[in-house]
């Protein structure tokens, strides 16, 4: 069945709620909400894709990421036709151990944490390179009456979300809260979906309490419990 755009998404929540038509702006609002929350929940496979190359310059110190970007599941720095691990831990491992990271000796970057849309590296670089990286971004805003979801499959988690949001904002907690139940039921369906498609590499997700702002914990192997090279995690 072909996925519902943004104008039939928003049909089906106003019948929910009585066909009510004042309440379109909190339904477009409450599914973009849904659509990050899905990708807070569990690192669906349309959201994951590989990152543009980012070039770092001599003495650069962070480089710039796209505002779109939620987590970083891996990263190269590549320099020439080599390329090496670039391993993306937490601010708080990174400053215990070099306090003055800015300030510190140059080199071939080897490592960073993410800071707001920053990826700021250690050591300094000490020439030009490129990071390339697999990551994990929100999907675009559904804002024309045609926009689609980028996230397959999801109309009824979504549906369900916002319908439990709308009801919310008119003071029905008791409608919110059957919906919101329905919205977690569903979006464990399409989470055991998304995990049916076969990968050579297992990906732990989230908790659901994962955000933007938290999203510089590090990448977690799921066997060791640590951070890509079991070196820099000790």
Do not use: C
Request: glycine share 6%.
């Amino acid at each position: 069945m072909p996925a519902l755009n943004l104008g039939q998404l928003r049909t089906r929540i106003s019948s929910n709620i009585g066909n009510r038509t004042d309440k379109n702006t909190i339904i477009d609002e409450a599914l973009n909400e849904g659509l990050e929350e899905l990708v807070k929940r569990h690192y669906f496979r349309d959201a994951i894709s590989e990152m543009a190359d980012v070039s770092v310059v001599a003495d650069a110190s962070s480089v710039a990421l796209p505002s779109d970007v939620h987590q970083v599941i891996e990263a190269r720095l590549i320099d020439g036709t080599l390329s090496y691990p670039f391993i993306v831990k937490s601010k708080k491992w990174v400053t215990s151990r070099w306090p003055n990271i800015s300030e510190d000796n140059t080199g071939k970057p080897t490592l960073g944490y993410i800071e707001g849309d920053s990826l700021y590296l250690y050591p300094v670089s000490s020439g030009s390179y490129k990071i390339r990286a697999t990551v994990v971004s929100f999907p675009d805003p559904l804002i024309e009456n045609g926009d689609v979801p980028g996230i397959k499959n999801v109309d009824s988690v979504l549906t369900a979300y916002a319908t439990s949001e709308v009801f919310a904002s008119m003071q029905d907690f008791e409608s919110a809260g059957w919906w919101l139940g329905k919205f977690e039921r569903r979006i464990q369906e399409a989470i055991r979906s998304d995990q049916k498609e076969t990968a050579n590499d297992l990906i732990v997700d989230p908790s659901p309490s994962t955000s933007r702002s938290t999203g510089t914990q590090p990448w977690l192997d799921p066997f060791t419990g640590r951070t890509g090279d079991p070196y820099y995690g000790t």
